[in-house]
Structure formats: C-alpha cells, structure tokens
C-alpha cells in the first residue's frame, strides 16, 4: 500500500517547523521510532533551510515543493521524500556535500546540511541545475532498528549535476 | 525559541528553549552575545540544551559562534543536557572538542 503527499510552501523561515513536523506526521502511520522521526525531521530540516538560505538568498518571494511517498512493507515501512526549489541551483555539487563547505561562513552556517541529510536517511540524491533549482530525493526505511542495523545494504549516495 | 539564564558562582548558565533552526536562532543570537557581553567577568559559562525539544545543523553554528565569542573574553564553555537527536549532531559535527559536554 502506497500513500503520497504533496506540500507547496512559501520560502519563508517560519515554514520551516510546519514543513518538518508536517512530513513526520505524514509519516506517522508506519509506526516511526522517536529516533526515526527526529532523523526525518533534521534532514527535511536542512534541505528546506537550504531552499531558504541559498537558493532563494532569504530575499526572493520562492516556492518549495514537497513530496513524500510511503510504502508499507512486511518489516515496517519507507519514507521517500523529495524537495525542491526554483532558486539559482548549485554551482558545484561535488564541494556543496563535503562536510563543513558552506559558501556562508560569516553568516554562522556550518556547513553540514548536506551531511547530516546523507548520514540519518538511508538513500539520498542531489540534482541541481544552475540558474532553475536544486532537488533533493531521500528515503529512510522504517521499522529496522532492532537487529536489522547490521543486515542493511550499503547507503546509495547519488549526486548529479547538469549544471 | 528563548533563553532563561542564571549567574551563580561566576557561572554564567544559559538554557535554550525551543526547536532551534535556521529561522528560530536569528531570535535568540542577539540575546545570547548580549547576555556574553554583561557578563564578561564569567569564570565559565554552561549551555543547558535541556529544553531544545529539536536542532538541525544550525545548531552547530549558533553553539560555535557563541564559543568564538566566548573565547575571546577567555571564558571556556560548556554544554550540557542534549536530547539524543540534539547530541547525535554535536557528535558528529565535533562541536564537543571546542565545547565538552558535562
């Protein structure tokens, strides 16, 4: 069984905590873990901070899309989710996912959106086009913590950029 | 999101309430560095994250900017009391080496 959602927000701060606790409630019939639903909350978190901060610059009027699928499987659950944004893009994919590589230091950024994403969500993916948007694709399975840790295929990390 | 704050002992306790993010840390920036700045005679200062009921990566720059500021007065400071989600960050980001954790 399959159930979908879709949010178009304003790019504006204060959506922030509505987009976040939003895709946790949407997530909520697969039975998430406290742990599980915090991760979920942090990485929707970041990517939407990022839509925010770089690619609207905190300044253009913009629009975020969000869209999230969840699928129940025999073990519990997934969380796909996807966000994006039409804001300027990202001009090298590669640097903007090292840890610590923000293009905001004055501005007390830390750089570690795209890592903390990459690190609480199983899957994640990055495709961003320089001048029409970036868009973030991450799933999480549900339902495995408990003894299921060790059993887990690698993380698949894909970054593409068409810039 | 607010900051209750405490000088006992030449201490200087700042605890954070609220879910700290991007747009919610602008609120509570000022507030901090002007609490630094009264109180510059601080022997240490200890930031409680009891009541941070969320922290995305934020976070780990409002807490190292605050250490810069700190660390310019000579005054080391502490955090204390993260919720799990709060601590898997600061763990991994190193913030702990700037700032232990008692």
């Known amino acids: ?163 | 999101m607010r900051i209750l704050s405490d000088y006992r002992g030449n201490v200087l306790y700042m605890r954070l309430c609220g879910e700290m993010d991007e747009h919610n840390a602008a609120l509570v920036r000022r507030v901090a560095d002007k609490l630094v700045d009264d109180h510059t005679q601080s022997e240490r200062a200890v930031i409680d994250l009891s009541g941070v009921s969320f922290m995305d990566s934020t976070g780990i720059g409002f807490l190292i900017g605050r250490y810069k500021k700190l660390q310019r007065y000579g005054i080391p400071v502490y955090v204390t009391n993260p919720s799990l989600g709060t601590d898997k960050i600061l763990q991994m980001s190193g913030v702990y080496t700037l700032m232990p954790k008692i």
């Open chain 1, 1 to 163: 069984m399959k159930n979908y959602m879709k949010l178009e927000i304003s790019a504006r701060g204060e959506n922030e905590g509505f987009a976040r606790s939003a895709v946790a409630a949407f997530a909520l019939p697969l039975n998430p873990s406290f742990t599980e639903l915090s991760d979920i909350k942090t990485a929707v978190s970041e990517a939407v901070t990022n839509c925010i901060v770089h690619a609207y610059s905190k300044t253009q009027d913009g629009k975020i899309i969000i869209e999230c699928e969840t699928e129940q499987t025999s073990t519990g659950g997934v969380l796909h989710i996807e966000i994006r944004d039409f804001g300027c893009g990202i001009e090298d994919v590669e640097q903007a996912v090292q840890p610590f590589y923000t293009t905001l230091s004055d501005d007390e950024r830390s750089g570690m959106g795209f890592t903390i994403m990459q690190t609480f969500m199983d899957e994640f993916s990055l495709t961003s086009i320089r001048g029409e948007g970036t868009r973030v694709e991450m799933s999480r399975r549900i339902g495995e913590e408990d003894g299921a840790a060790f059993s887990k295929p690698p993380k698949s990390i894909r970054k593409v950029s068409n810039a």
